[in-house]
């Protein structure tokens, strides 16, 4: 028996997790960017705020039908402030009103520049905010493999090892010129820096919970695979880091195409750990 079921049955969740998050901290990445950028090249980064835009209402679309019925929505809200999921639905529903509200309002005929940089500084909180209320989001207690702090501390740091890699896509789409000195090689450098944290999370996870067990069956034969999905998820993000790393190291900068094959690559490592999340779900009671 293992947990293969249950995470390919919330295989829209496992999708929201993987995409959203990261979507979210791209999007202030990019948008401290289009802060300091002047003219045309503001234009460009504000406009390519899309792409992160997209990621996060990809994620969060494919979330939706979880709800089941559209009318669960308005009880969802009615919880807030006393549900970490209703919590994360306002959250999220925040963060793509104030980046919708931003990117739209830059088409206005005679758009002012402080309405642009208010709009934005919004949404960048926001997006802040949605990265929280996510990580948070699954603190239940009666579910023992997810009431720990592994699962918080995880989740931001697949948010800060996928959302640097996308932002830098999103960036060399819209020809950021400081994507060709330090700033690439910083983007990269904390992605890195978050895997090497994130990796070392998953392995103290793995020693703190595969061991559990309730009456039916142990975390370990729930997720049987799980020291192979920390090596697949791994293997993936280093490969997609350093498919933009070699361009940045032959001079040539990141290419449109290196960029999305590395966001693919690093988005395919954290669907594997959101996957095996969802394999590791146990009850205190009986039931998986």
Known sequence: MTGFDTAFN???????????????????????AALRARGDERKRVSGALLVPFLVT??????????????????????????????????????????????????????????????????????SFAFLASVAFAYASRTVVTWDTPFVPVALCLNALVGGPVLALAGLRFS????????AGGALLALSLTALVANVGVYVAQGASVLAMRNYLVSVEQLVPTYGAMVLAFCLLAVAGLAVDAAGMLRGRGVSKASAATASVLVFAGLFVMRFAFYMMHMTYGISL
Not at 14 to 30: D, H, Q
Not at 88 to 109: I, P, R, T
Not at 175 to 182: E, Y
């Open 10 to 32: 919330e295989i829209t969740l496992v999708l929201f997790t993987t995409l959203a998050p990261s979507g979210a901290v791209a999007y202030a990445i990019m948008g401290a």
């Open 175 to 182: 020809r950021w010129s400081p994507l060709a000195g330090r």
């Open 57 to 126: 209402l990809v994620g969060l679309v494919a979330s939706a039908t979880h709800l089941g019925n559209p009318d669960n929505a308005l009880y969802v809200f009615s919880r807030v402030g006393a549900s970490p999921l209703s919590n994360e639905v306002c959250a999220a529903v925040l963060f793509l009103g104030a980046s919708g509200s931003h990117w739209l309002y830059q088409f206005a005929e005679h758009a002012r520049p402080r309405v642009q940089n208010a709009l934005l500084g919004a949404a960048i909180v926001a």
